[in-house]
């Protein structure tokens, strides 16, 4: 379903413990917008009633049933996009806006 790089994990982790959410499972969620672009949005969140629950680099995810389709083997990474400057990344291989990296 979804894994979670150690980069990101360790992002996560830490952005737990400054937001005082350490007990707290980490809500990946997916909309596809009308032009078929997808959104995507993270956040800490308790599980609701059909929630899907996975475990990956020892984080605790939960995915609505609407979301998991569209969240189907993505990859959440945290990478340095410029220097000085990190962002979560989605790879997803469901979203037509995708590129999957290039192995040089």
């Known amino acids: 379903m979804i894994k979670i790089t150690p980069q990101a994990a360790k992002q996560i982790q830490i ?3 400054q937001g005082k959410a350490e007990n707290l499972p980490l809500r990946i969620a ?6 078929g672009s997808f959104h995507y ?6 599980n609701k009633e ?3 629950t996975v475990t990956s ?3 605790n995810i939960i995915v609505s049933p609407l979301s ?3 969240l189907k083997d993505t990859t959440l ?9 990190n962002q979560f990344i989605f790879m997803n291989p469901n979203d037509p806006s995708y590129t999957p990296p ?3």
């Open 102 to 104: 290039s192995d040089d």
């Open 30 to 35: 997916a909309t596809k917008n009308d032009d």
């Open 15 to 17: 952005s737990a413990q």
């Open 41 to 46: 949005g993270i956040g800490f969140d308790e």
């Open 68 to 70: 998991s389709d569209l």
């Open 77 to 85: 990474d945290f990478v340095e996009l410029e220097p000085g400057k």
């Open 50 to 52: 059909g929630d899907i």
């Open 57 to 59: 680099e020892g984080v």
